[in-house]
């Protein structure tokens, strides 16, 4: 059984920082790029940050550049979204998804994923 477990979201005030954790099982994590994505209320599903680690190539939406950092421990089948100088406009629920044979940006720029964890709300207060 294919799984995505986020972790690590929660309440943090305007500059704060959060880290995410996705946690995954029951594919071939080596094979996949696992991307973050997000969706406010009445916003459509946007592409945060994704990673592929077998093609060794990381992309990050324009809105988060600069603040935001993901990483892939392959070792453990988790990966980490890093999230500083955090912004209200960041609040929202925050996905994990994986998908095989695609870069990191072509994953992030097309929404498109084979699996998708069931999120992690983020709320940023100002």
């Known amino acids: 059984e294919v799984q995505l477990v986020e972790s690590g979201g929660g309440l943090v005030q305007a500059g704060g920082s959060l880290r995410l954790s996705c946690a995954a099982s029951?594919?071939?994590?080596?094979?996949?790029?696992i991307g973050w994505f997000r969706q406010a209320p009445g916003k459509e599903h946007e592409g945060v940050s994704c990673i592929s680690s077998r093609i060794g190539s990381t992309y990050y939406a324009g809105s988060v550049k600069g603040r935001f950092t993901i990483s892939s421990d392959n070792a453990k089948n988790t990966v980490y979204l890093q999230m500083n100088s955090l912004k209200p406009e960041d609040t929202a629920v925050y996905y994990c998804?994986?998908?095989?044979?695609?870069?990191?940006?072509?994953?992030?720029?097309?929404?498109?994923?084979?699996?998708w964890g069931q999120g992690t709300q983020v709320t940023v207060s100002s």
């Open positions: 029951g594919f071939t994590f080596d094979d996949y790029a």
């Open positions: 998804a994986a998908a095989s044979l695609v870069t990191a940006q072509a994953m992030c720029v097309m929404v498109g994923a084979d699996y």
